[in-house]
């Protein structure tokens, strides 16, 4: 159950990292929903499902070797210009590690004897997997630690902190786990006693890339978050918007920040189109004082009604610009207005009052 805990929370912050990330390169992605399935495959109700221990071990190698190469990928793409990583030596790998599988899969019978253990074949697939995954977990493990020095304190540089940690007890893991040979002929293990060993030190590891990747990844899922509520809030006037200027929306895109940030600048827009349709007396149709996003939400209803009627009004220039406020700021101010425009009942006023000064 803690194998499949610990598979899930890194499937989801890889998730969280594809939905944040929407573009560029994907590589802490790929290593966190890497690990995650093999986390999962290697699981002990996984293993007595399917039946055998060598099948789901080969194929967690394969995914762990994927993560580890996807750490290479981030380490180097902190260089600029990015440095590209070849991808012959993990396919080296892989079909050196299927070549000794085939050679010691029909002795799967003799697991767990020194007879296996000293097979050429399964020595041979045991320096392998711990001489890729060491090699790319120390050039991760430097270029985090770098990283991590010259960031300003906050959760990003803790969380970056903790992946140092869970790299150096990832390498420990590796040296450990992946050499049960060596490590079954020096000390008094004995096979059944070495895979609980391992197993225990892999989720110590494992749940120290949770915690950094949950820190390093806090403050993006947070964005996410004010970036779907920003959005959910501004809906309701951008689509009055765009029904009345249809050229103002742009194409769409997916990432939601920038989604965000673009409706905001369509409703702007908009609102500037409309700007000649509000009616200089639209004072005296507020009977009583109201806040500025009411304001504006009756001044768009009333610029829609006259729109319609093809009425418009010269309006002085604007004053010098003042600083721009935030991208958190002005959504929250059109947010404001948005709920103003669908729900005041000063707006619904101002909306019968324009109504009815067209048809007179």
């Known amino acids: 159950m803690i194998s499949y805990l610990s598979a899930a929370l890194l499937a989801l912050i890889g998730l969280i990292r594809l939905m944040t990330v929407r573009a560029g390169p994907k590589y802490l992605a790929t290593f966190f929903l890497s690990m995650a399935a093999g986390l999962a495959v290697s699981a002990e109700p996984t293993v007595r499902l399917l039946g055998d221990d060598l099948h789901p071990r080969l194929v967690t190698n394969a995914l762990q070797l994927l993560a580890m190469r996807a750490l290479v990928q981030l380490a180097r793409s902190a260089r600029s210009p990015e440095k590209r990583t070849a991808f012959w030596p993990i396919v080296l790998c892989w079909a050196l590690m299927v070549l000794c599988y085939l050679d010691f899969a029909p002795h799967r019978s003799e697991v767990g004897t020194s007879g296996f253990q000293g097979r050429l074949s399964v020595v041979v697939y045991q320096a392998v997997l711990v001489t890729y995954g060491v090699t790319c977990l120390v050039m991760f493990t430097c270029t985090l630690a770098r990283s991590a020095a010259g960031r300003p304190r906050g959760t990003f540089r803790t969380g970056l902190r903790i992946l140092v940690c869970a790299a150096v007890m990832t390498i420990g893991w590796v040296l450990f786990s992946g050499l049960p040979s060596l490590w079954l002929e020096i000390t008094d293990l004995a ?170």
Do not use: N
Not at 229 to 244: D, F, M, N
Not at 276 to 281: G, K, L, Q
Not at 346 to 360: H, K, S
């Open 191 to 360: 096979d059944l006693d070495f895979l609980p060993h391992a197993r225990l030190a892999g989720l110590c590891a494992m749940v120290l890339w949770v915690l950094g990747g949950l820190f390093t990844t806090w403050d993006g899922a947070l964005r996410l978050v004010r970036a779907w509520q920003g959005i959910r809030a501004v809906t309701p006037l951008w689509k009055e918007l765009v029904a009345a200027h249809p050229q103002i929306a742009l194409p769409v895109r997916h990432d939601m920040e920038f989604t965000l940030y673009r409706r905001v600048i369509e409703i702007r827009d908009g609102l500037l189109a409309l700007r000649a349709h509000v009616p200089p007396h639209l004072g005296d149709w507020l009977r009583t004082p109201v806040d500025e996003p009411t304001r504006a939400a009756a001044e768009l209803a009333a610029a829609l009604v006259m729109r319609e009627a093809g009425r418009s009004w010269p309006h002085p220039q604007a004053g010098p610009d003042e600083a721009p406020p935030s991208m958190r700021e002005e959504s929250a101010w059109l947010g404001a207005v948005s709920s103003a425009f669908t729900h005041s009942l000063v707006v619904r006023e101002v909306r019968e009052r324009a109504v009815a000064d067209v048809g007179r």
